[in-house]
């Protein structure tokens, strides 16, 4: 069932939301069938996209674009749908249908495809989260923005950090076209991409100017860039009398052999805000030495600019260091690549923001004062300093959870773990003296009759025994290590379950008092049901596991139980209390 | 912390101190107890600066009568800003009571807020355009003018004001003044910070300003004359001491120098002309004085000094003016004479190589000018100069030029050579003639400073071999010490590399530098670095030209592309805004994390000093040796005098030379012990026993007999597992019995265990 849908290419925009409909009107009808989608690299032959249904039969969708940019938009949604319905089709797989779409549905709450998408995200990621969002939002106790809105900081943080990546500029230097010769003919080819000129105009900003001056009015784009690459060659053949005489001929040819008079401005604007511990320039102002003619010639000084012809000599490492400022600076700039005049526009316009933005020098003065001195220590003289630090944040509530009971149980242990407090303190010779006496005793008394009966001695001792080495082998482990390790997998699984369910329907429910609404109260009696139901759950546990460690889990379950129970109290009281007060009314409601 | 040696408390701003600092100080305290030079060498990253700085303040709260001041002479003004960033930090531990005042001094470019001399862009014409708006008779003329009509400067009217009141009205609170601050002080008290700095040097406890303030007599002769006998100078980071000092006083002429002093001849003949038609009497008061000899240079007012007589003051004759050139127009056709003289000797086609004496002679019998008024041409122009009420004396630099090399030839006659050179060597088809004046003895410039003050104390990471420096520059230290550096761990990991990874040698030697295939050895091993080392990494190549074509050749051959893969790409080049740019780029792509590879030219300003500590540069590569041109007829001249006079050998040298340059570029990657940084020198040279010996010795203790014979892959291997070793964590105080960090009661044990010695 492979169709390939040539043809398309010229739609554009339109093909985006085709491609959307189809993913959403296909994939959802073909539930078994794990999609995946896959697309050609940037900058190769074709913008192709392929969607395929199912990797073993192969078939799906190819769809080729006319650019990359909306290949790009297209891949990264389809990347984001076929997320969604991976989670919903795992959730699938272990559930009785539920109803697609659960919460928008029921609540009527208007989400948007990204909202729900990054929600979708976070189940995907989380399974325990997965978990509850099927207990409840699935099961119908609570609905899917009562469930989301406990979690809003979850939300929150994760929606900065999905901002959409801006990628930056190459580092590779693509300004530096360079020309190719088909080696039979005379001719120069030179290719530019809508990157190299964006790079062009970020590196060479009178170029940029020239750009925005004389397109389209005095001439052409590609005429434009015909005499770009036409002084480009000509400084690349290092052709100075040519170049020259050109530029003399033809002013628009010039300005791209000139000094750049926008970089040496900024130039100038920059070195002010240098670090003084760097500043070089200063240190020329300072040298009496290199007075002309002063001191003794060094290496490479000798080269004096041609003032005469204002033609540059831009050597390589001038486009060096130009180029890595640049990519230094990174690119601010957010309309797509292709239209070389929108792209200038922008430029200019990011420009005059980052301008603007420096006007305020006063806080960076102080900065850089600061940084100063903090260069000048010498780090390891002195205590290190006190690093920012992040705020402590319990990842896993679980594992402090099981310290604490890890804790209690200890505390229980000492003190009525059912196991008389035998005092040791005894020294050896005082226990010698003890047994000398017990056995003298024994000497005189004979064992005519036993002391206890055989049947009970021996249960004694089974019973002793399980104990001392279960008690020996749980003791000698680290206290850190979890009470929970030693149960049952299954046993713990459970447990944990109903721990972090408990803890999601009490934070809703004592949430919802004092109770002001229909809704809160309809919210409550649901909660309580579930709780209700818990609370059944927990005890059917407690009775079920094994009888080693029921001890054990009943400890665990008690904080549990205590917490229902308040829950279950407070809900009573209030109930007694709002049944009170609507027995007084006079016209109280019909019961 | 806080700790005595002997009887002097010691303030030291940290709350540990390394071992060699402490020793360092135990020595600078004998030197200056014996009121004698020093020599020291201590290696780079031990923080040399902060203890000078600590100990000598200390002393001097110590001893308080007689005041002793600290002349603190750096190379660059950077460098003073880090010196004064560090004695801001010790100042904040000094108690409260003792604070000293403390302030850098610069150039008018550097320091003047007045936004029309600002405007101008290089030194010398800022330096004019101040003179315009306070020259003494421009002043004069405003006074008498209604106001408005002559522009003055407000900024030096407002100080001269408040200073005409005694110098208590402009004194500044005791504190650190850096370059920055003083033009913030400026600019708020609307008073000038040039002429403030200037006058407060002599009530400033520390002085932190260039060499050249102490050691080129034509600044030092306005700047540093009044320095009392008290001081202590220290020439920081001198390992370069010896070419300073003959710089300041080569001079070098050429043909445009010639044309341009034509020029300024003609326009002073002109204004010669004015003031004889309208004021005469100015010529004939000049003239007057001229006879009672050159006794002016003291009162003259505080604007109107100038660059002071380039020789050195002791060799100034308190003499007379010579009569023949005592009158304005004699005085200039003398000019006119030794200009056309000069010419004529541009015109050769051979290298001529002469002494001043037989230079002199033939001025003498060619052009009619003795030695005596060779030697009075600098103070005479200058005089004329006033009294022509010249202001704009950036438009005079030729003449200036040109009475600078007379003086000077007409005073020494031993130590300097002239050189006349049709063209360049390396460029024999163009014609650039030129003659140089040049100085071979280093210890001429310095002898003064010697002489006149109680300590002079020379430092810094490279001062290998130690007993060279005394026998060049002349002097008996009272302390000669090379310090080592004790590690708590490798930190430093010098490597020779002598193959690439095809096993070919690689050198930069005259014959192998330009083939391709140590071109590309040299590219592989960049390539290889730079997809290993994190963060920052430094690359010293021997000269401009050479760094120029190799980076041509690299992107021909596609490897800069590699390279720019993994780390950006800043080159230093010889626009020192553009470079200052590219280094402040390179830091902020160390910072950021993005990585960077900065290649710099040994015996270039960046390799002088701007440190590539921490992330700033994890490794540097030195490419080659860095020689200096041994073709040129300076250096040849050069050495032929070393070989006279002090026997030392030509070879011996310029090995000596250009190992110290190597060891200075690659010493910038270390700064603390807490520190780490690779080190290769790419050169078979290097490995070999004559060279390699030179390097200073904190160096050599850390090249294994294994490091000396590396190629590209065993290099890269060591530079892998070396990385990985420096991340571990590591105890900072030194484990063992080997202490690398001490503490306040360390150093009171330490203390205690020498009484109980004694």
């Known amino acids: 069932m492979t169709q390939d849908v040539h043809g398309f290419t010229q739609l554009s925009h339109d093909l985006v939301t085709y491609v959307l409909y189809l993913c959403v009107k296909i994939f959802p009808g073909l539930q078994p069938m794990m999609p995946g989608h896959k697309f050609s690299k940037d900058g190769s032959k074709q913008a192709l996209l392929n969607l395929t249904q199912d990797s073993e039969k192969g078939g799906g969708y190819i769809f080729e674009f006319d650019n990359f940019s909306n290949r790009n938009v297209c891949r990264d949604f389809v990347g984001k749908v076929l997320g969604k319905f991976q989670a919903l089709m795992s959730s699938k797989q272990n559930e009785q249908p539920v109803p697609e779409k659960p919460a928008a549905a029921i609540h009527g709450e208007q989400l948007s495809t990204t909202e729900m998408e990054h929600r979708m995200k976070l189940l995907r990621e989380d399974s325990e989260l997965q978990k509850l969002h099927k207990q409840f939002v699935i099961g119908g106790v609570l609905t899917e923005s009562e469930f989301w809105a406990t979690r809003k900081s979850l939300l929150d943080d994760d929606a900065q950090r999905t901002s959409k990546q801006q990628a930056g500029f190459k580092s590779a230097m693509l300004a530096d076209v360079r020309p190719l010769t088909d080696g039979r003919t005379n001719k120069v080819t030179f290719s530019l991409t809508p990157e190299i000129i964006h790079q062009i105009f970020a590196e060479k900003p009178a170029v940029h100017r020239a750009f925005l001056n004389f397109v389209p009015s005095k001439m052409t784009e590609k005429d434009f860039w015909t005499k770009y690459c036409r002084a480009e060659y000509l400084h690349r053949t290092k052709n100075s009398v040519a170049a020259a005489a050109e530029a003399a001929n033809d002013e628009e040819l010039a300005v791209f052999l000139k000094n750049d008079d926008i970089l040496a401005n900024e130039a100038r604007r920059k070195i002010r805000r240098v670090d003084p511990t760097l500043d070089m320039e200063a240190d020329l102002g300072d040298d009496y030495i290199h007075l002309p003619d002063h001191g003794l010639p060094q290496d490479g000084s000798k080269e004096t600019a041609d003032a005469e012809n204002d033609i540059a000599r831009r050597t390589l490492s001038q486009d060096l260091n130009r180029h890595a400022a640049v990519v230094l600076e990174g690119r601010a700039l957010d309309v797509e690549l292709g239209d070389t005049r929108t792209v200038a526009e922008a430029l200019a316009r990011s420009k005059r923001a980052v301008s603007f933005a420096e006007t305020s020098d006063e806080k960076t003065n102080q900065e850089r004062l600061k940084r100063v001195s903090r260069m000048t220590e010498i780090e390891d003289l002195q205590a290190p300093y006190s690093l920012p630090y992040a705020p402590l944040c319990i990842k896993d509530p679980r594992e402090y959870f099981d310290l604490q009971q890890a804790n209690a149980l200890k505390a229980f242990g000492d003190t009525d773990a059912g196991t008389k407090p035998i005092d040791c303190s005894l020294s050896t010779e005082e226990a010698y003296v003890h047994l000398m006496e017990q056995i003298s005793e024994m000497k005189v008394r004979g064992l005519n009759n036993p002391v206890v009966q055989p049947e009970a001695a021996l249960k004694v001792l089974n019973g002793l025994n399980q104990y001392l080495s279960s008690t020996k082998y749980h003791l000698g482990k680290n206290p850190q290590e979890s009470v929970l390790d030693r149960l049952p997998n299954r046993t713990k699984d459970e447990l944990m379950h109903h721990w972090t369910s408990i803890q999601e329907l009490l934070r809703h429910f004592w949430s919802s008092y004092p109770i002001t609404t229909a809704y809160l109260y309809n919210k409550v009696l649901r909660l309580k049901d579930a709780m209700a139901q818990i609370y059944h759950k927990l005890q059917e546990t407690k009775e079920s596991v094994q009888s080693d460690f029921r001890h054990q889990v009943s400890r665990l379950v008690q904080p549990m139980l205590q917490a229902l129970d308040a829950a279950f109290a407070h809900y009573d009281t209030e109930q007694q209390k709002r049944y009170n007060k609507s027995g007084n009314k006079p016209n109280g409601f019909v019961q | ?758």
């Open chain 2, 1 to 758: 912390m806080k700790f005595l040696i002997d009887d002097v408390t010691v303030y030291f701003p940290y709350d540990y101190i390394y071992p060699e600092q402490y020793e360092y100080m135990v020595e600078l305290k004998r030197a200056l107890d014996a009121r004698g030079h020093c020599l020291l060498e201590m290696p780079t990253g031990t923080g040399k600066t902060v203890a000078l700085l600590s100990l000598i303040s200390s002393y001097a709260l110590a001893r308080p009568s007689p005041p002793l001041k600290l002349l603190y002479c750096t190379r660059t003004v950077h460098e003073m800003e880090k010196t004064l960033a560090e004695l801001r930090l010790l100042h904040s531990h000094l108690p409260p009571t003792h604070r000293s005042l403390a302030l850098g001094l610069s150039s008018r470019k550097n320091l003047c807020v007045n936004p029309i001399a600002l405007s101008s862009a290089s030194r010398d014409s800022v330096d004019s355009a101040c003179r315009r708006l306070t020259a003494s008779w421009v002043r004069a003329a405003a006074a008498e003018q209604p106001p408005g009509a002559v522009p003055t400067c407000p900024f030096f009217e407002a100080y001269d004001r408040a200073a005409s009141s005694g110098p208590d009205a402009v004194l500044l609170p005791p504190g650190v003044y850096t370059l920055g601050d003083l033009r913030a002080l400026g600019r708020e008290k609307g008073w000038c910070p040039y002429f403030l700095a200037r006058q407060m040097i002599r009530y400033a406890n520390v002085v932190v300003y260039s060499y050249q303030y102490l050691l080129d007599p034509k600044v030092a002769g306005i700047i540093s004359r009044e320095m009392q006998r008290e001081c202590v100078v220290v020439f920081d980071e001198a390992h370069n001491i010896d070419n300073v000092c003959i710089e300041a006083l080569s001079v070098s002429v050429r043909r445009q120098t010639l044309d341009g002093a034509t020029r300024n001849l003609h326009r002073m003949a002109q204004e010669i002309d004015r003031f004889k038609a309208t004021d005469a009497s100015r010529l004939r008061a000049e003239y007057n004085r001229l006879v009672e000899g050159l006794a002016q240079r003291g009162n003259l007012a505080l604007t109107d000094a100038w660059l002071a007589n380039p020789a050195l003051p002791d060799d100034i004759l308190k003499e007379a003016v010579p009569g023949n050139i005592r009158r304005a127009e004699h005085f200039l056709s003398v000019l006119r004479r030794l200009v056309q003289y000069l010419k004529g000797r541009l015109q050769t086609e051979n290298v001529e190589t002469e002494r001043p004496v037989d230079f002199v002679a033939s001025v003498s019998s060619q052009a009619g000018i003795d030695q005596k008024m060779l030697r009075f041409c600098y103070d005479r122009l200058h005089s004329l100069m006033l009294t022509l009420e010249i202001t704009d004396t950036d438009e005079f630099l030729h003449i200036q030029t040109i009475c600078d090399f007379a003086t000077l030839v007409g005073t020494y006659m031993q130590g300097f050579s002239i050189i006349i050179e049709p063209f360049d060597e390396r460029m024999p088809h163009i014609p650039d003639p030129v003659l140089q004046l040049s100085c071979h003895d280093a210890s001429l410039a310095i002898k003064p400073v010697f002489d006149r003050f109680q300590s002079v104390i020379i430092t810094s990471g490279t001062l290998s071999p130690i007993d060279l420096y005394p026998r060049l520059l002349n002097f008996n230290p009272v302390i000669s010490r090379s310090f080592t550096m004790s590690l708590t761990r490798d930190c430093i990991c010098p490597m020779v590399l002598t193959r690439g990874s095809d096993q070919l040698p690689v050198s930069t030697k005259f014959d192998m530098r330009s083939d391709p295939g140590v071109v590309r050895n040299y590219g592989r091993l960049l390539l290889e670095m730079v997809a290993a080392v994190p963060d920052g990494i430094v690359c010293f190549f021997v000269s401009y030209s050479y760094m120029d074509g190799i980076v041509n050749s690299w992107n021909e051959m596609g490897i800069l592309q590699d390279v720019m893969q993994h780390k950006l790409v800043f080159i230093e080049t010889q626009d020192v805004v553009e470079t200052t740019l590219a280094l402040d780029n390179y830091r902020r792509a160390c910072d950021c994390g993005r990585g960077a590879v900065f290649f710099s030219v040994a015996r270039g300003k960046v390799a002088e000093g701007i440190d590539f500590d921490r992330h700033y540069g994890r490794l540097v590569i030195m490419f080659g040796v860095p020689f200096q041109y041994t073709l040129s007829r300076i250096l040849i001249a050069r050495l032929e005098y070393l070989r006279n006079t002090f026997q030392i050998k030509e070879g011996d040298f310029l090995t000596f030379d250009a190992l110290r340059q190597a060891a200075q570029c690659v010493g910038r990657v270390i700064r603390s012990k807490a520190d780490y940084g690779m080190m290769i020198f790419a050169d078979k040279r290097y490995s070999r026993h004559d060279k390699r010996s030179k390097l200073p010795g904190w160096i050599l203790s850390h090249l294994r007999d294994a490091h000396l014979n590396l190629s590209t892959d065993m290099a890269l291997h060591i530079a892998r597992e070396f990385l990985r070793r420096m991340a571990q964590p590591y105890d900072k105080a030194g484990t063992g019995g080997r202490k690398t960090l001490l503490s306040q009661e360390d150093l009171e044990k330490m203390g205690e265990g020498v009484m109980d010695m004694f």
